[in-house]
């Protein structure tokens, strides 16, 4: 709002609009003075929903689905090539924040900021919609991740206590029984097992 952008062609939105008055008003930015413009949306299929909002406030829709960018892609009909370099791409895209602690991190961050802007949207949105409709592997796969951040950080969190070691916290030894206290003190200083030698082993 505000701004005076000459010669706006075309409007394009990848996140859902918070309200639909308000993306009215920013489609209307690129049919301005008589001149012609478009807009287009993506939408997540469970999304569709949101365009019945649109027409309800009289925009004129066209449903483009993703074959057709597809198609125009590959216009000898070789769709089974775009296949593959779109697999190459994610798989790489995925390889990519998996290795890099940084960019993990901004994908974790940003999977988590769309999900908290669906508490934003307005009321009409919200009726028509709901977060538990998303496919959340897709969404975090979308994001170049290969699971959700929820549950990478739950087993990340088990995979650490597996490997916690050493001495009981202080506040948690001083409960001990004095017999108990004494054992784990002594065992501190006990020479360590020869590798390759299991407790399990008879003798």
């Known amino acids: 709002r505000g701004l005076n ?14 309200d639909p008055k308000e993306y009215v008003h920013r489609v209307g930015r690129a049919a301005r003075l008589g001149q012609l413009g ?5 939408l997540n299929p469970s999304e569709e929903a949101f365009l019945r909002l649109l027409r309800d406030v009289g925009m004129a829709l066209n449903e483009l689905k993703s074959a057709s960018f597809q198609a125009a892609l590959c216009p000898g009909g070789k ?12 798989r790489g895209l995925e390889a990519a924040v998996l290795e890099q602690p940084f960019l993990h991190a901004a994908a974790a961050a940003a999977y988590q900021a769309y999900m908290r802007s669906y508490a934003t949207h307005s009321t009409a949105v919200q009726r028509v919609l709901h977060i538990g409709q998303l496919h959340l592997g897709h969404l975090a796969k979308s994001f170049a991740l290969k ?9 990340q969190l088990k995979r650490s206590a597996g490997k916690r070691s050493g001495p ?16 784990r003190q002594a065992g501190r200083t006990q020479v360590a097992r020869p590798v390759g030698i299991s407790e399990f082993a008879a003798g």
Not at 38 to 42: G, T, V
Not at 147 to 155: A, H, L, N
Not at 169 to 182: F, N, Q, S, W, Y
């Open 5 to 18: 952008l000459q010669g706006v062609h075309w409007i394009v939105q990848y996140d859902l609009p918070q």
């Open 168 to 183: 009981v916290p202080e506040r948690k030894r001083k409960g001990l029984p004095l017999a108990e206290r004494m054992k």
């Open 79 to 90: 769709r089974r090539e775009i296949y593959v370099m779109e697999l190459a791409l994610q």
């Open 38 to 42: 478009r807009a287009i949306l993506f």
């Open 147 to 155: 699971e959700i951040p929820s549950r990478i950080g739950r087993q």
